[in-house]
């Protein structure tokens, strides 16, 4: 009598002179096939959620996405691996806010991974703009989406997701550099011209930059001729907190946009706080005027918060972890704020 294969019980070995094979046996499969959404082929599970805990997509008011891409970063790389630190981080600090007084630990975050990038930057945001949409299209007023970075790019894939969506989003970018390049190094599509390709194809009204500190003449020249909203760093500091805060009210107000969407380069933080970043710039912003901003803005903003992105933190370069911790301190100030507003 033949013996059964030890590695297919359920088939029985057939020996032949040259080959060994199996021959299958009908058995009745318990396994159910279901439909699988093209975003869900591009995300790749995490080994741990942010936060530390994780809850199903279904029961959850936060989503956290991954996106560890940085391509096209032009000094210090490094980006691709920030979203696993920034997790790290945020699982080993408190979650309660005493700005605002609440608990983000009590809030149900769901971390669903991180997006599948390619070598290719077109193609990493079209993947990333397939995911965004349609996670956006569950997205109520009280939901949030947040994404970790990866290089500053990729707030273009979020943002076009947001866009198909309906969601009809602007921007509100905290960053030393005004990322208006036409070109860089020969590409017109990099960290360091996202923000001029995104206001070329939505509206040079859509975009508010904070802390700007760091340009060539050409991006200068385009903003101002464009009329797109900033402020640097030490005019921020010269206006005073409540002035830029009713500045940036007072566009959202009067913009075409529904949504708000945040995006903060943790470059924009002053490199004492924040040194590992993939360009560092000193003379920027200390954590508590950006933390103060982004909560008031947030709180009396008149369209709703549906998205932030932390981009730009460079691990190799952050020896002591800070910057991951600041990046992650950040986003629970931020989800905090948006659970307070939702209150109101």
């Given at each position: 009598?033949?013996?059964?294969?030890?590695?297919?019980?359920?088939?029985?070995?057939?020996?032949?002179?040259?080959?060994?094979?199996?021959t299958?046996?009908?058995?009745?499969?318990?396994?159910?096939?279901?439909?699988?959404?093209?975003?869900?082929?591009?995300l790749?599970?995490?080994?741990?959620?942010?936060?530390?805990?994780?809850?199903?997509?279904?029961?959850?008011?936060?989503?956290?996405?991954?996106?560890?891409?940085?391509?096209?970063?032009?000094?210090?790389?490094?980006?691709?691996?920030?979203?696993?630190?920034?997790?790290?981080?945020?699982?080993?600090?408190?979650?309660?806010?005493?700005?605002?007084?609440?608990?983000?630990?009590?809030?149900?975050?769901?971390?669903?991974?991180?997006?599948?990038?390619?070598?290719?930057?077109?193609?990493?945001?079209?993947?990333?703009?397939?995911?965004?949409?349609?996670?956006?299209?569950?997205?109520?007023?009280?939901?949030?989406?947040?994404?970790?970075?990866?290089e500053?790019?990729?707030?273009?894939?979020?943002?076009e997701?947001?866009?198909?969506?309906?969601?009809?989003?602007?921007?509100?970018?905290?960053?030393?550099?005004?990322?208006?390049?036409?070109?860089?190094?020969?590409?017109r599509?990099?960290?360091?011209?996202?923000?001029?390709?995104?206001?070329?194809?939505?509206?040079?009204?859509?975009?508010?930059?904070?802390?700007?500190?760091?340009?060539?003449?050409?991006?200068?020249?385009?903003?101002?001729?464009?009329?797109?909203?900033?402020?640097?760093?030490?005019?921020?500091?010269?206006?005073?907190?409540?002035?830029?805060?009713?500045?940036?009210?007072?566009?959202?107000?009067?913009?075409?946009?529904?949504?708000?969407?945040?995006?903060?380069?943790?470059?924009?933080?002053?490199?004492?706080?924040?040194?590992?970043?993939?360009?560092?710039?000193?003379?920027?912003?200390?954590?508590?005027?950006?933390?103060?901003?982004?909560?008031?803005?947030?709180?009396?903003?008149?369209?709703?918060?549906?998205?932030?992105?932390?981009?730009?933190?460079?691990?190799?370069?952050?020896?002591?972890?800070?910057t991951?911790?600041?990046?992650?301190?950040?986003?629970?100030?931020?989800?905090?704020?948006?659970?307070?507003?939702?209150?109101?």
């Amino acid at each position: 009598m033949l013996p059964l294969n030890p590695y297919c019980p359920q088939q029985k070995l057939t020996i032949r002179w040259d080959i060994v094979f199996c021959t299958p046996k009908p058995v009745k499969s318990a396994i159910r096939c279901r439909r699988v959404s093209l975003a869900e082929l591009y995300l790749n599970p995490t080994p741990s959620c942010f936060g530390g805990s994780c809850v199903e997509k279904s029961k959850a008011r936060v989503y956290v996405l991954g996106v560890p891409y940085d391509g096209t970063v032009s000094w210090r790389p490094g980006a691709r691996e920030a979203p696993h630190t920034i997790r790290v981080a945020a699982a080993n600090i408190e979650f309660y806010s005493f700005r605002l007084d609440v608990d983000v630990e009590e809030i149900p975050i769901a971390d669903i991974g991180d997006l599948a990038v390619s070598f290719d930057v077109k193609e990493t945001l079209k993947r990333l703009s397939i995911v965004v949409h349609e996670l956006a299209q569950t997205l109520g007023r009280q939901h949030l989406l947040v994404v970790l970075g990866g290089e500053h790019t990729i707030t273009l894939g979020v943002f076009e997701g947001l866009a198909k969506a309906e969601l009809d989003p602007c921007l509100l970018v905290f960053d030393a550099h005004l990322d208006c390049r036409d070109e860089y190094m020969g590409s017109r599509l990099t960290h360091a011209t996202f923000s001029r390709r995104l206001v070329e194809s939505y509206g040079y009204n859509r975009t508010f930059h904070l802390g700007t500190r760091a340009a060539c003449r050409e991006e200068v020249e385009f903003v101002r001729r464009k009329n797109i909203h900033y402020l640097t760093s030490f005019e921020i500091r010269f206006l005073g907190l409540r002035e830029v805060a009713r500045r940036v009210l007072a566009w959202l107000k009067q913009s075409p946009c529904k949504t708000l969407y945040i995006s903060v380069d943790m470059d924009a933080y002053d490199p004492a706080y924040a040194p590992g970043v993939s360009t560092p710039e000193p003379d920027g912003l200390e954590p508590w005027m950006m933390l103060e901003l982004l909560d008031h803005i947030v709180l009396h903003s008149t369209k709703p918060l549906v998205a932030v992105d932390i981009v730009e933190v460079s691990p190799p370069y952050d020896s002591s972890g800070i910057t991951s911790v600041l990046a992650a301190r950040t986003i629970v100030e931020l989800i905090a704020a948006h659970q307070t507003a939702q209150q109101r």
